[in-house]
C-alpha cells in the first residue's frame, strides 16, 4: 500500500489515526475493519503500528542490544531464550544478523548505514507483534509530482480492474459472515511498571557507560572546579586579617553556586536524545514519558555520589577546611544535593520547553537569583525586604548555606596579626569566634543543623514528583 501526496495533506495524521497515536483528541470519519470485524477507535494501537520517518535509536547500543530491550519492554513473559530466538528471527527476516554486534552509532560516530538504521526502526515494531500491514511514513520531495501523476494513473487503472470490484465484494461479503477470524492483536501480557523501569534502567547505563566522554564528564566536572579553587585559594588561613572569613565565605559562595550548574551540564547534554526515544516509543504504548525520566533520575544518583567524592575528598583537606570526619562527611551530603537539584530542575524544564538553549538560560538565572536570595553569603537576610525573606524559604540556598556555614565556622578560633591588635584598632578583629560569624549571618542556624538537612533534601522528591507529573502532561499534549 502507498500513501502519496504533498506535504501537509495529512499522510502522518492517516497512519497516526490508524496506528492508534491520535488518542485523545480528534474527530474521527469512517469505520475500521480487520477480519470483517468492526473496531473501536481504542483498539487502533492494539492492532497496527507504522515505522515513523525519522529513526531515533540510541547510538550507543548494538543491533541486537537495541531489539532486545524493545522486546522485553513489550513482552512480559518468556525466558531469556525465548527473547533471543524472537529477536534472531526478526534480525534475519530483516537482514540484519550481520551487523547485529555494531553499534547504532549517529552521523558523527559512525555505526551501521541509514538503511540498516530503517530496518532496526522497522524491526523494533515487528517485535510488537502488530498485524503483517507495516507502513513506512516518508515525506521526501523528490520526483513527487511525477511519482503523484504515475500513482494517478495506476488508480485510476486499478479501480477499473475485475481485481478491485472483486476484492470490495470479498470485503463486504465477510462483514456479513457468522463465524468471523480473530483480530490479530498485538501481544496484551505487557510487562509491569517496575519491570518496564527496570529495563529501560538498565538500557540507559549501559547506553551511557559505552559513551566515555559522558561519563568523564559525568565524573571530574566538579574534580574540575575543585582543582581550580585550590590553584586560586591554596589553603584557608586561621588569621582575619589574611582573610580567614573572608576566604571561608567565597568557597562557600562557590561550592553552593557552582554545583547546581554541573548538574545542569549532564541534564542539557544528555537527556534530549532520551527524551525524543521516549516521545516515540511512548506513542507505541511500550511505556510512558514519566517512566524514561524516572530511568534517567535513578541513573543519575550513583554517578552523583561518586563525582561529588571525588571532588570533596580532594578539595575539603587541601583547602584546609575544618579538619574533622564527620564534618567532612556533612559536607559532601550537602553538596550531593545542589548537584541533583541543578539536574532535577533542568528534566522539569526539558518536559515543558524544547530548546536546550532556553533551559539551559533559565536554570542558571534561577540559581543566581537563589544565590542572592537565599545564600545570606551576599546580603544579609535580615536586611531583605519581606517578600524576599519569604521567597528566600523556598530556595534550596538558604538551607544549603547555613548548613555550610555552620558546618565550617562551629568551633573556630579566628586570630587578628599579633595579640595586642583590637577592634577599635582594626574592625575586622571583631570577628575571633565562629559562632560570632554564624549568628551574624543566619542567626539560630546551628541549632536547625538537622532541620536545615531534612529540608534540604525534601527538594529532591518534591523536583521528581514535579517532574512526573510535568512528563505526564507532556504525554497528554504529545498524544494530541
Known amino acids: 500500500m502507498c500513501i502519496l501526496g ?5 499522510k502522518t495524521t492517516l497512519l497516526d489515526a490508524m496506528s492508534g497515536r491520535l488518542r485523545r483528541t480528534g474527530t474521527f470519519l469512517g469505520e475500521v475493519y480487520v477480519n470483517g470485524q468492526e473496531l473501536r477507535r481504542e483498539q487502533f494501537q492494539d492492532c497496527f503500528s507504522y515505522v515513523q520517518q525519522s529513526d531515533t535509536l540510541l547510538s550507543n547500543l ?71 500491514l507495516t507502513s513506512v ?55 509491569g511498571v517496575l519491570s518496564k523501569l527496570g529495563v529501560l534502567l538498565r538500557r540507559v547505563m549501559r547506553n551511557l557507560l559505552r559513551n ?47 554545583t547546581p550548574y554541573t548538574g545542569m551540564l549532564n541534564a542539557v547534554n544528555l537527556f534530549p536524545v532520551l527524551r525524543a526515544v521516549s516521545d516515540q516509543e511512548s506513542q507505541d504504548g511500550l511505556y510512558q514519558k514519566w517512566q524514561m525520566l524516572l530511568a534517567y533520575v535513578l541513573h543519575t544518583i ?91 524559604y523556598i530556595t534550596f540556598q538558604k538551607y544549603c548555606s547555613e548548613i555550610l556555614v555552620v558546618n565550617e565556622f562551629y568551633g573556630q578560633h579566628f586570630t587578628c596579626g599579633s595579640s595586642n591588635v583590637s577592634v577599635t584598632t582594626n574592625p575586622m578583629c571583631g570577628f575571633t569566634e565562629g559562632v560570632q560569624f554564624i549568628e551574624q549571618t543566619c542567626p539560630g542556624a546551628t541549632s536547625r543543623f538537622t532541620t536545615n538537612f531534612l529540608a534540604l533534601y525534601t527538594f529532591i522528591p518534591i523536583l521528581v514528583i514535579l517532574g512526573i507529573v510535568v512528563f505526564k502532561i507532556r504525554d497528554h499534549f504529545i498524544s494530541r
Open 212 to 258: 566515555k566522554l559522558a561519563v568523564m564528564m559525568r565524573l571530574l566536572q566538579n574534580l574540575a572546579m575543585g582543582l581550580f579553587l585550590i590553584l586560586c585559594v591554596l589553603r584557608v588561613q586561621n588569621d582575619v586579617l589574611k582573610g580567614a572569613i573572608q576566604d571561608r565565605v567565597g568557597l562557600l559562595y562557590q561550592f553552593v553556586g557552582a
Open 6 to 10: 504533498s506535504s501537509g495533506s495529512g
Open 302 to 392: 550513583p554517578f552523583s555520589v561518586v563525582s561529588i567524592l571525588l571532588f570533596s575528598s580532594v578539595s575539603y583537606w587541601a583547602l584546609n577546611l575544618y579538619p574533622e570526619a564527620a564534618r567532612f562527611g556533612y559536607f559532601s551530603a550537602a553538596l550531593l544535593v545542589p548537584h541533583l537539584i541543578g539536574e532535577f530542575l533542568t528534566l522539569v524544564l526539558l518536559g515543558v520547553v524544547q530548546n536546550t538553549n532556553i533551559v539551559n538560560s533559565v536554570v542558571a538565572l534561577l540559581c543566581i537569583a537563589g544565590m542572592f536570595i537565599g545564600s545570606g553569603l551576599v546580603r544579609n537576610i535580615q536586611e531583605m525586604p519581606i517578600p524576599f525573606k519569604i521567597i528566600s
Open 62 to 132: 548494538t543491533v541486537r542490544e537495541t531489539l532486545h530491550y524493545t522486546a522485553l519492554l513489550a513482552i512480559r513473559q518468556g525466558s531469556p531464550g525465548f527473547f533471543q530466538k524472537k529477536v534472531e528471527a526478526v534480525m534475519a527476516e530483516l537482514s540484519l544478523s550481520h551487523v547485529a554486534d555494531r553499534l547504532i552509532g549517529n552521523y558523527n560516530l559512525g555505526g551501521i548505514s541509514s538503511g540498516e538504521r530503517r530496518r532496526v526502526s522497522i524491526a523494533a515494531q515487528l517485535l510488537q507483534d502488530p498485524m503483517d
Open 137 to 191: 511514513d516518508t515525506q521526501s520531495k523528490e520526483r513527487e509530482i511525477e511519482t503523484y501523476k504515475r500513482v494517478q494513473m495506476i488508480e485510476s487503472a486499478y479501480k477499473k480492474s475485475a481485481i478491485c470490484h472483486k476484492t470490495l465484494e470479498t470485503i463486504e461479503r465477510t462483514k456479513h459472515l457468522k463465524t468471523l477470524p480473530m483480530i490479530p492483536f498485538k501481544t496484551k501480557d505487557a510487562p
